[in-house]
């Protein structure tokens, strides 16, 4: 899985050093059971930690703060995992999705604008999804009406992440509501703290809450903050997908691959009995199938950043990667809730700030359903590799 | 260095040559039985720079690595190519690139170049599974010669070989390769017919075969790493095979989904056949990509090579699960002789008990969990 030309130049011992003196000691107890305005404090000190030593935002152009190399970037996020460093949740959809679309799409002045704010901590959200418009995205119906100087937009968006603490939103709304479906969509950034933007937060199933509804009545957006053309929206969401996908997947699959190891660790567990679960041929046949579908989709995701890179990628390659991860991140949280029999039903609450697999199996394996719902379900990831990947006829 | 045009190169020639030997129509098969002139096929392979791709340039070869080979054999998988080239091209020169330098050995190398000698290397126990003690077979000191004794079985392209590389255990404990005509006194070679019908196995017994001392051929580095290495070798171009395969058996059924029409629609549109050929690019995706990683740990002489067990592993495991779905999705067709779908499934679960089964891989991998535990705990302070 290494790169022997990248394991000479010292990285990989420069991020070990940087990360045994910056990574919080004690920071999973101090993240459990927290308030919210906790989180937010510690999710923007560690922002900072990385962007100070240029580990944020390794994936962007060199001229922004990025230009890290690939095989650079998996050092990173093996030793980030490794040493179990935080995760960055509250500027995940800044780094990437904002990122990728105004790099992509953005004006030079958008670029300007958000890009350096965005290493200042500027947090953002990403309202596609409606009540009546998740799967079928292109039927949504929040509407952006040209008025004076700009739109005047009224709808509702749900499945908003981290939509409280947010001080922009990606928008997706509808400029021409005569033009078919995708052809009426424009791409937006809006000001969560424009006049007229209400938001409610939703209980999930694990009884946390980061998920929003967002309620617009009659917002304002400057003409200045629309991405793209008008009613070229849907092309500017699809076109920066791709990019943002392989990216955060590139990390997510090493995170995976470090929570292999708090699997081990949960199946060396000593019983009351004295019995370790790791001592079982089925389950080390189970472990082994597991580690090996991990390492695959880590390989997989550095094929698909590096096909990214030279412009080689397939119309379906992020669905693959997108739907093997999520499908996998379910079977291993799911495994882990299972081995760790009745006790992983006592752990009531998992940290925050860590990662998809955090070791409080059942929780983990609960919340692994946020991977394989949003972002395209698994069912739609199918078709979309269907008929996008394999040529197959749409249905009827 | 940058190998990807190269291999495409050779990925497109070799594809062009196979379907063109196999005849093999669009429905994936037609490659029921092995071609009938098997001599002429191997005389192309040859002419073609194949038998020799990991032969020295100096000795006839092409120079190239296990790498450009891996693309071949993907290539031979997919057509479902009947022919000596594992036992020959990837057993044979693989060991006797590992050898000492030996007149005999830059013999056989320049032999295997020009297609006139056909190898076997047995490297199997009885149950065609990786042998306990290192290899199957014993050199032991008889007067002032020596003779081999042992048994192999499922022996690839062995009772077509000329000869044998036989890796055994000499008089002071070292892994040797003893090179044998096949026709030795002594040395039986049985063929075991598989339901497979494109691959040819042989079992191997030596029953005190006098061994001269010029037939013994020592390996260059330690021996026991270069078994692994073998084997590592031979495990590897399964997984080789059975990507090729599986690729072919999803071309086979999306072409077969987009033609075949029921309820008045092709049975590509209908969303349970759209998601499972969806399911099958998946897995290829992910053994394409595990499998290019264990190729380059392979190449690289690395001492990590977990990837290789992976690979062989979920390579063949989801073959066969690929190859399935195609007869399903095939629907009655796919059940047929002719369709030849069932060649690629015969082909593709030998593969995946050829050289080790998943299980002894899942369990080779495991034995890392259980020392890793043990080491923790040996670590961890003792209690006051």
Partial sequence: MNDSSVEQDGFRDAVRTWCRINVPAGWRQAQTGISDDEFVAFQRSWFATLRDAGYAVPHWPGEWGGGMSIAHQIVLFQELAAHDAPRLVLAFVGIHHAAATLLAAGTDEQRQRHLPAILQGEVWCQGFSEPDAGSDLAALSTKARRVADGYAVDGQKVWVSGAMHADWCLLLARTDPDLPKQAGLSYFLMDMKAPGIEVRPIRQATGESHFCEVFLNDVRIPAAHLVGEENAGWRVARATLSAERGMTMLELAERLGNGFRWLLDTCAQPRSDGERAIDSAAVQDRLAALETEITGLRCLCRDLVERIESGRAGPADASIAKLFYSELLQRMTDFGAEVSGLAAHTVLQKPRSSGWESGAWMLDFISSWEWTIPGGTSEIQRTIIGERGLGLPRGS | ?384
């Fill in chain 2, 1 to 384: 260095m940058d190998f990807t045009e190269f291999h495409e190169e050779l990925r497109s020639t070799a594809r062009e040559v196979l379907a063109g030997n196999a005849g093999a129509p669009p429905g994936g098969g037609g490659a029921a039985g092995p071609p009938q002139d098997t001599q002429a096929e191997w005389r192309q392979f040859a002419d073609l720079g194949w038998t020799g791709i990991e032969v020295p340039e100096a000795l006839g070869g092409a120079g190239a690595t296990f790498a450009e080979a891996a693309v071949l054999l993907q290539e031979m998988g997919r057509s479902v190519t009947s022919s000596p080239y594992l036992g020959t091209a990837t057993h044979g020169v693989g060991t006797l690139n590992l050898l000492a330098a030996h007149p005999d050995r830059d013999v056989l190398l320049h032999d295997v170049a020009t297609g006139r000698r056909r190898l076997a290397v047995p490297l199997t126990d009885v149950d065609g599974d990786p042998p306990e003690d290192v290899a199957p077979f014993r050199l032991q000191e008889s007067g002032p010669g020596l003779r081999l004794h042992g048994r192999s079985m499922f022996v690839p392209d062995a009772p077509d070989a000329d000869g044998l590389l036989i890796v055994a255990i000499d008089p002071d404990g070292r892994p040797v390769t003893v090179h044998l005509d096949a026709d030795s006194a002594g040395l039986a070679v049985t063929p075991q017919p598989v339901l497979d019908l494109t691959r040819r196995f042989g079992a191997v017994v030596a029953d005190g075969v006098e061994v001269g001392s010029e037939s013994v051929l020592r390996f260059a580095g330690d021996p026991a790493k270069a078994v692994r290495l073998l084997w590592d070798r031979a495990a590897l171009s399964i997984a080789c095979d059975s990507l090729g395969l599986s690729e072919a058996m999803l071309t086979a059924t999306v072409s077969y989904a987009c033609s075949r029409a029921q309820f008045g629609r092709p049975i590509g549109s209908f969303q349970a056949v759209k998601h499972a050929c969806a399911n099958m690019l998946v897995k290829i995706s992910v053994a394409r990509s595990l499998l290019s990683c264990a190729v380059r740990q392979l190449v690289a002489v690395d001492d990590d090579r977990a990837a290789v067990l992976m690979a062989k592993s979920y390579v063949c495991t989801t073959a066969v699960e690929i190859a399935g779905s195609a007869l399903q999705l095939h629907g009655g067709i796919g059940y047929t002789w002719d369709s030849g779908v069932h060649t690629y499934l015969k082909r593709a679960a030998l593969n995946r008990s050829l050289f080790g089964s998943p299980v002894y891989y899942h369990k080779r991998l495991a034995e890392r969990y259980v020392y890793r535990a043990r080491r923790r705990v040996e670590t961890e302070v003792p209690p006051e």
